[in-house]
Antibody, heavy 119, light 106 residues
Framework: QITLKESGPTLVKPTQTLTLTCTFSGFSLTTSGVGVGWIRQPPGKALEWLALIYWDDDKRYSPSLKSRLTITTDTSKNPVVLTMTNVDPVDTATYYC???????????WGQGALVTVSS | DIQMTQSPSTLSASVGDRVTITCRASQSIVTWLAWYQQKPGKAPKLLIYEASILESGVPSRFSGTGSGTEFTLTISSLQPDDFATYYCQQYDDYWTFGQGTKVDIK
């Protein structure tokens, strides 16, 4: 059974760096074809893909946010960490981490973590 | 960037209705399309991938068709549990979601 859980601050000040952690179970990020991604959803708005890391440490970033995002993991490959620099109130959203199937769709989602950016 | 456009944005329907949601891609994505269902306060749930393949455990009243740039999600007989927001997503070139279609009670 695959589960993912996001953790991190609920409130961040503008210009600060946001760090979110995705801890998962039921799969290994060392398995060929597997990935872990991050998606966000501002209140009342649509989903937006942010970043993704594959089993082989290949990384992908949203072109519009690439300069502000870093996705990493360590040698144990769990958890996966997303950092976003220079946050703004428009970054207020629920942030989800996802399991990426070898065919590239998102088949398991975490429960989400609401992050508010406000002074 | 590939843009995904869903229509309608909101759909009012009754239990038992046949419901169709359309998703258009700004360029061909072959069949690299998924559909998700999201209920208020919950994470999205995968319904369909590769345009027409039903995820395990998803009721057979859900179906998906299409290829290239035009896709549809159909619910053959709307059930009370189906009132939710539906998103399409392309995964041909990075990942992009549509703006969502809210299915509410008529």
């Amino acid at each position: 059974q695959i589960t993912l859980k996001e953790s991190g601050p609920t409130l961040v000040k503008p210009t600060q760096t946001l760090t979110l952690t995705c801890t998962f179970s039921g799969f290994s990020l060392t398995t060929s074809g597997v990935g872990v991604g991050w998606i966000r959803q501002p209140p009342g708005k649509a989903l937006e893909w942010l970043a993704l890391i594959y089993w082989d440490d290949d990384k992908r970033y949203s072109p519009s946010l690439k300069s502000r995002l870093t996705i990493t993991t360590d040698t144990s490959k769990n958890p996966v960490v997303l950092t976003m620099t220079n946050v703004d109130p428009v970054d207020t959203a629920t942030y989800y981490c996802v399991h990426v199937a070898p065919s590239y769709y998102f088949d398991h989602w975490g429960q989400g973590a609401l992050v508010t950016v406000s002074s | 960037d590939i843009q995904m456009t869903q229509s309608p944005s909101t759909l009012s329907a009754s239990v038992g209705d046949r419901v169709t949601i359309t998703c258009r891609a700004s360029q061909s994505i072959v069949t690299w399309l998924a559909w998700y269902q999201q209920k208020p306060g919950k994470a999205p749930k995968l319904l369909i991938y590769e345009a027409s393949i039903l995820e395990s455990g998803v009721p057979s009243r859900f179906s998906g068709t299409g290829s290239g740039t035009e896709f549809t999600l159909t619910i053959s007989s709307l059930q009370p549990d189906d009132f939710a927001t539906y998103y399409c997503q392309q995964y041909d070139d990075y990942w992009t979601f549509g703006q969502g279609t809210k299915v509410d009670i008529k």
